[in-house]
């Protein structure tokens, strides 16, 4: 099934990727504040890319049905999981929001498109 056609404002990992090397920026959402648990921190967070028209994308799992067919966004749930997706798609920072409701944006600078091109 094609996932484009049937939910647009959704994108796999290997779409999200080409959007956020084509220019998109990506935010990086907290839906439940982070907290220490050993010496880990953990939360929930979502990913998305904006257009530089505003469209938005979700950023959902590669297995996008769950047992009643439906679209699963993906949910990261410690900030290793969030800078290790960041460094995987290109980035060489990462800027992670703490607090539920809080936001950051990315965008590739030039050098890290090069890098990631290579």
């Known amino acids: ?15 999200f990727r080409d959007l956020v090397e ?6 990086v959402v907290c839906k439940e504040s982070a907290f220490k648990k050993g010496p880990s921190w953990h939360g929930v967070w979502i990913l998305r890319v904006v257009s530089d028209a505003g469209v938005e994308k979700l950023l959902v799992t590669a297995r996008t ?5 439906e679209i ?3 949910e990261i749930k ?13 980035f060489s ?7 539920e ?8 600078s030039s050098e890290e498109m090069a890098a990631s091109r290579s």
Request: glycine residues 8%; aromatic residues 0%.
């Open 1 to 15: 099934m094609d996932l484009e056609q049937e939910a647009p404002n959704v994108v796999t990992e290997s779409g």
């Open 22 to 27: 084509s220019g998109h920026r990506v935010e």
């Open 65 to 69: 049905r769950t047992s009643r067919n």
């Open 72 to 74: 699963k966004i993906r």
């Open 78 to 90: 410690t900030i290793t999981g969030v800078v290790s997706l960041l460094r995987a798609i290109g």
């Open 93 to 99: 920072h990462a800027d992670i929001p703490l607090e």
């Open 101 to 108: 409701g809080k936001r950051t944006v990315h965008k590739l």
